[in-house]
């Protein structure tokens, strides 16, 4: 009887041994190695791979630690909140990937932000401000795609950051879009889709994991699904040839990761039922129809836009996995046994449907960490602080983005713009400089060395800019949003030359037609401020053109 369990306990032994020892670094392909790491998991293990979660301050949590340690999640997100310091950052991704990979199978972590480039910067500190999509769209090239993908996707790297939820491909479709604008490539689909294309490659030749989002469209919305969910009332006919076009020619390009948006389109099948929550948009279409076998992630499951749905976080986050998302992001850390936690596993063990859909999703998530976070091509799990001192921010990555600004300046009024451009010393006469921002009073001044400041912050008095303006033969006049909108009407009838720099969303330029000429960057990088004060001068020609119709 000995005899027989000792036999016994060795053949379990034998057999158990190869599930215990599999490790992520193993040889063999990725699909095979996917399968038979799912295989081994519990439901806890495999659950887990499919959060990913950010956390609060800059040095990772105890919370966040132990959901890596004890649970072994899947990924994390950084966000703005997380990157004031480089430095700091820099150690808190390898504290972060060193628990992880310490787990069960030695799996890293999904590491990811948003660097859009241009307004969108979560991780700043020593990392370049760049122009952005919009200005990517003016210079209208490819190559600057490409280059800015490449170049955001480096500096990433060299953090340890190995996932960017970018490029954005929603369109310049609403004027009113506070939440897109300049986010956007353009409005024109094949465009956005070629430029989209380019940037993802850009990412993947620096090491990244490139996703594309906000599926299926935020771009014919003023609404932000942060706080509503947006309706937006167009037929799927509309959508196919329009906003979805990116995303089709981007799937046949070979994007690795989707990212699904709180948005509800009524006049298709899905209804009033957000597009991250619907089984149609993400199986039917975008599974189906468009072909896509990658990963899809939401957006920020905790978003009003999600939670206002079904009422419920936990009922929003399983409605998630069965819709077809893969990886549920949450802006935030839960505690260990909180109700999602504990209702999804519980969900798992009750509803072998819901089982399979999160071990499916596993698989498609193991696969793509086993394509892109191993090798010598990978990011590394541990950055080197050394480097991230050195080579932050990016040399030719700022000799390129200072190019990028420079060849998408646009000169949107006057046409011909000769009848008031190049303004110079000698044809401003006393130039007032008027604005927000720091950078915009410097590459001012260095233009106009003897030029008034009038600076106002939110709370100034629209008719404050009256005496300084009365004092002026030109007033230069930087242009953001609807706020300096507010203080530039005021110059109207004050009979001065009105030139003004518009920032960010070149569209609040179509509410002042009356002004002497007008000039368009991208973004408060400090290379677009450079480069709109070198065209309005003369020094660069403008050659940019409005994406946008």
């Not at 468009?290 to 976080?313: P, R």
Request: aromatic share 10%; proline share 6%; charged share 20%.
């Amino acid at each position: 009887m000995r005899t027989f369990f000792t036999l016994f306990c060795a053949v379990w032994l034998f057999l158990s041994f190869p599930l215990f020892s599999l490790s992520f670094f193993d040889s063999g392909s990725p699909e095979e190695l996917a399968a038979a790491i799912e295989n081994a998991m519990t439901d806890e293990q495999a659950l887990a791979q499919v959060l990913m979660f950010g956390w609060v301050g800059e040095d990772p949590s105890p919370l966040i630690l132990d959901w890596i340690r004890i649970r072994n999640i899947g990924g994390v997100k950084i966000f703005g909140w997380n990157t004031t310091d480089t430095q700091r950052l820099a150690r808190a991704v390898g504290q972060l990937q060193q628990a992880s990979l310490a787990g069960h199978f030695n799996i890293p972590l999904f590491i990811a932000t948003d660097q859009e480039g241009g307004w969108i910067r979560h991780v700043k500190g020593s990392t370049s401000e760049t122009p952005g999509n919009m200005a990517i769209g003016a210079s209208a090239y490819p190559r600057d795609a490409y280059l800015s993908g490449l170049y955001i996707g480096k500096e990433l790297a060299l953090l340890g950051i190995n996932m960017n939820f970018a490029p954005t491909v929603d369109l310049f479709t609403n004027r009113n879009s506070e939440l897109i604008g300049p986010r956007a490539f353009g409005s024109d689909p094949v465009s956005s889709g070629i430029l989209g294309a380019a940037f993802m490659r850009g990412q993947l030749d620096a090491g990244v994991i490139p996703t594309a989002k906000h599926y299926p469209g935020h771009g014919d919305t003023h609404l932000d699904s942060h706080g509503i969910l947006p309706r937006i009332h167009i037929s799927f006919e509309t959508l196919w040839e329009r906003e979805l076009i990116p995303y089709r020619m981007l799937t046949a390009e070979g994007i690795p990761v989707i990212m699904s948006g709180h948005l509800a389109f009524p006049m298709t099948e899905a209804q009033n039922t957000p597009a991250s929550l619907s089984p149609w948009f993400l199986k039917n279409v975008l599974r189906d129809k468009i072909g896509f076998k990658g990963v899809v992630i939401t957006d920020d499951i905790m978003m009003e836009g999600a939670t206002s749905h079904l009422g419920s976080l936990s009922r929003t986050a399983k409605q998630a996995i069965v819709a077809g998302n893969d990886i549920i992001m949450f802006s935030s850390t839960p505690f260990l046994y909180d109700t999602v936690w504990t209702f999804l596993l519980g969900s798992m063990r009750e509803e072998e449907d819901f089982r399979r859909s999160v071990r499916n999703s596993v698989r498609r998530i193991l696969e793509l960490k086993l394509k892109n976070l191993r090798g010598e091509k990978s990011v590394p799990y541990i950055p080197d602080l050394q480097r991230v001192e050195n080579e932050l921010p990016d040399p030719e990555g700022s000799a390129f983005f200072l190019n990028l600004a420079a060849r998408s300046v646009t000169i949107v009024k006057p046409n011909p713009a000769s009848s008031v451009f190049p303004v110079t010393r000698e044809r401003a006469g006393r130039v007032l400089l008027a604005g927000r921002y720091s950078d915009f009073f410097t590459y001012g001044r260095a233009a106009f060395p003897d030029a008034g400041i009038y600076r106002y912050s939110s709370g100034t008095s629209p008719d404050d800019i009256i005496p300084y303006a009365r004092n002026a033969d030109t007033v230069i006049f930087c242009l953001a949003d609807n706020s300096d909108l507010r203080i530039l009407r005021n110059l109207r009838n004050l009979n001065k030359r009105v030139i003004v720099l518009s920032v960010l969303n070149p569209v609040h330029l179509e509410s002042v037609p009356w002004v002497t000429g007008a000039v368009a960057v991208y973004s408060y990088a400090p290379e677009s401020f450079a480069s709109g004060f070198s065209a309005i001068t003369g020094r660069i020609p403008a050659l940019g053109i409005l994406p946008y119709e």
